[in-house]
Structures are given as C-alpha cells and as structure tokens.
C-alpha cells in the first residue's frame, strides 16, 4: 500500500510542479487567439469550457488502454508502478502537453500535418498512412472490447450484435458536429470513468485486500523468459504511461480550447489522471487475485482476456449493482474513444485531401470507408489485433517526441525534457521489434538489446544531422 500511495502522491504532486514547469517552457499566452477562435465552423472548430474540454479529452485518450493494459502489466509485478507513475509524469502527459500545445499553435491541425512541418515531407506522408492505420486498429479494438463485455452484462445479445449496435454508434458520432453529441454526453461519461476508478480504490483500501510492495523488480509473469520486462512491458502497459495514440485525439479538444493556459489541465491533467486509473486497476488486480503471480496465473486459465479480469474484479470487490456500473464506466471508455478515432482519422484524411468538413456529405464519403475497414478488423483474431496497435501506438509516441525534440530546439528551448524519453522509447520499440519471433526471438535477447541501442543511436544521429542542417539555414 506504501508503494502505491507514494506513486498516486508523486502522480498527483507532479500535475501542480513539472506540468507548470512545461507550461513556462511552451511560453503559453492566455491571451493568444486559439483556433475555435479564427477558424469557427460549427462542426470541429467550436469553444467548449476548460472542464467540458477536459473531461472529453480524458475519455478520448483512455479507451481500455489504462484498463486492460494495466490489469495485464501488473502480471509483471509491483514494478509496473513504477512505469505507469515515471512513464506517466515524464513521458505520457509530456508527449501530450507539448505535442497538444504545437497542435493548437498550428490551426489544430491533424498530427500527420504538424509532425510534418517539424521533420519533413516524407515523415508527413508516412505519418498520414500510419495514424489513419493506427487509428482504424484502434477503432476496432474498442469495438471489440466494448462489445464483449456488453455481452457478459447483457447475454441475451450476442457480442457480434453489440458490435453492429457499437458500430452504428460510431456511425452518428463521427458525423455529428462536436458540441451535439461529444460535447454534451461525454463529460457525464467521464464523470462515470473517475467515479469507478474512486470506487474500486475505497473498495480495495477499505477492503481485506493487500496491495503489494515494490521490494523487488522480478518479473512474475507465468512466461517471463518469453514476456521480459524490458521491453514488453512498455509495450503491455501504453496508454497508461504513453501513447501515440493521444497525439492522433489530442487535435480534436486543440480545435476546442479557448485559450492556451487551459492546454495544462486538457493534456497534461487528463493524461496524469489516466495514469492514476491505470495505476489504481494495477494495484487492485494484483490485490484481488492475492499478487501479481496468482494474477499472471488466474489470467493463463482464462486465455489472458483482461475483459474476464475485470469483470471479476468489478463484481467481486463492489457487488452485483457496483460491478455493473463499474463495467458501464469501462464500456463507455473504449466506446467513447472508438467513435474519437474514426472522427481523428476522418480529419486526418481530410486535411491531406484538403477536403472542407461542413458538407455532411463529404463527411460521410470520408467516415464509411473508415468505418468499413474497422469491421472487417473486427473478423480478425483480437489477439493479433492488439499486438499491431500495441505496437503501432508506442511507434507513433517516438515519431511524435522526436517532433517535440525539433520543435522544441527551433523555439530555443531546453530539449531534455523530450530527447530523454525519446530515445527510450526509441530503444523500447526496435528491441520489440527484434527481440520478436520474426527476427532473433527471445533467446537472443542481448544481440537483440544491442541492435536495439544502434537504431537508437542512428536516430539520434539522424536527427542531431537534421537539426544542424535546419540551424545553418536560418542562420
């Protein structure tokens, strides 16, 4: 319980200390016009109040990433604290601060567009084809997952019914002006996301449950020589410490901000409090089961779905009524950031394509092919589906820190603050890739390991390269 309750103090103290340090480093100005302001549509461009916007913005980025990666993370032990508490303070909520500030300061364009002015015309083409795929992936995934839990809670109804009632959902959502839908439903959705949280965190302090201490960095899981810590679990747990995927949501809410001061509780707040969800469903998985091995244990029995997990935990710790309404905030996690991609990879789309969005028919000739491609993922094996979007998440947060980097040493700007993770999870994502079974495998980690430090050194240099180029320009 210490190691949590230290964790969930240094999440916590960190919004009030390094946040307000990021936000003196961007140079935000209340006073400069945001773009709802210049560029008002009536469709994406529309002021929403700070808190609305916040709330919206916590539901688009959390998903059941801080859910169920979280709750399989812990199968890794008390050292994913650890991760989602570091991870979420100097990785996740700085990636989204800075990355949502350069969005706001660039007409709330897509990021495949922003990015693309920091590293140049082939990273903007690349990204546009990698995030409208990410986000497709990401579309199905909270199809799927929303899905099947609804099944558990309504069995009467098939999960491939749930599916098709989700995917219409989707279908009105994305079409929908933002402050129709979006912006009057979502933060009561939120409000239901930050009360379970609450609730599971009285249930298991108040409760028989024991939180375990972080007395030693051993990695539980069942299969630890083919799951090793480094560098699975940074790719187990993502949207708790860091993830791609916020850059892709976060220029709906910068379409929405009334000024740039509210840019610190929007994308700094919103990811810290999904690291304090994420930190909370860790403590309580491995408390309910009695410990991050039993939790590895119980997961293997029931083919690792963390959609079992959490219904147990759900029922288990706050009853039959507590449980279901813990499961309905869970639902509408994923669904709410389900419909939040298909509408970023809409808008993405329709930036490349320069197309304008307040024809609802252009919307529409946009969204159905989108939403036809997030079906059809959704006939594919899950497991397959989340390892891409594991994956594709946590490459697209190194392409967007390395942006920050850039951007950061064009405003003259202390670049530390980004360069550091961006190359830890530069290292985090090659050694993933050739520690995989297509390339060495597991059984030649440290040759992997080592592949992995040289891409990393050969991006650094890269962009070292870049960035010398860039100054002898200006100069």
């Known amino acids: ?60 980025i959390a998903g059941t990433g801080p859910i169920f990666g979280a709750v399989l993370g812990a199968c890794f032990g008390p050292v994913a604290f650890l991760w989602i508490t570091l991870g979420g303070i100097f990785m996740g909520a700085m990636h989204d601060y800075l990355s949502g500030m350069m969005l706001v300061r660039h007409d709330g364009l897509s990021i495949p567009e922003v990015a693309g002015r920091y590293l140049g015309g082939g990273m903007r083409r690349f990204m546009r084809l990698f995030s409208v795929a990410l986000l497709v992936l990401v579309g199905a995934v909270f199809l799927l997952s929303p899905a099947q839990l609804l099944g558990e809670l309504v069995p009467a109804v098939p999960v491939a019914g749930w599916v098709w009632i989700i995917l219409a959902y989707y279908f009105v959502a994305t079409l929908l002006p933002i402050d129709r839908l979006i912006g009057r439903v979502y933060p009561l959705f939120g409000v ?78 919103a990811m810290i409090s999904e690291s304090i969800i994420a ?35 759900s029922h288990g710790m706050l009853g039959l009524v507590g449980g279901a309404l813990a499961l309905l905030g869970v639902v509408a996690a994923p669904v709410t950031s389900g419909d939040t991609a298909f509408r970023s990879a809409r808008l993405i789309v329709a930036d490349m394509l320069r197309l304008d969005q307040r024809s609802k028919l252009r919307r529409l000739a946009v969204s159905l092919p989108l939403l036809a491609a997030g079906y059809l993922l959704t006939r594919v094996d899950f497991g397959v589906v989340w390892r891409y979007f594991a994956w594709t998440n946590q490459t697209l947060a190194v392409v967007v820190l390395w942006a920050i980097v850039v951007y950061l040493v064009q405003r003259g700007a202390p670049v530390r603050v980004a360069l550091w993770p961006a190359l830890f999870m530069t290292f985090v994502c090659a050694s993933f890739v050739f520690v995989s079974d297509q390339f060495l495998g597991m059984e030649c980690r440290p040759a992997a390991y080592a592949l992995g430090g040289a891409a990393t050194l050969a991006v650094w240099l890269l962009f070292r390269s870049k960035i010398r180029r860039d100054a002898k320009g200006n100069a």
């Open 1 to 60: 319980m210490i190691t949590f309750l230290i964790c969930l103090a240094l999440l916590v103290g960190a919004y009030f200390t390094y946040g307000r340090f990021l936000e003196r480093l961007a140079g935000a100005d209340e006073r400069a016009a945001t773009p709802c302001r210049r560029l008002y549509d009536g469709v994406d461009y529309v002021p929403l109040p700070r808190w609305r916007v916040f709330l919206i913005q916590l539901l688009n």
């Open 192 to 269: 239901a996301l930050v009360a379970m949280a609450l609730g599971l965190l009285g249930a298991v302090v108040a409760g028989p449950w024991r939180i375990p201490e972080l007395t030693t960095l051993s990695n539980f899981q069942l299969r630890a020589a083919e799951l090793p810590i480094v560098p699975t679990l940074f790719i187990t747990v993502a949207c708790g410490a860091i993830s791609g995927f916020h850059a892709t949501q976060s220029p709906l809410m910068a379409r929405c901000v009334g000024d740039e001061r509210a840019c610190r509780p929007v994308f700094y707040g």
């Open 279 to 313: 930190l909370v469903w860790a403590a309580v998985a491995m408390a309910f089961f009695g410990g991050a091995g039993e939790l590895s244990t119980a997961l293997s029995a029931h083919g690792d779905s963390a959609a079992w997990a959490v219904g147990e935990i």
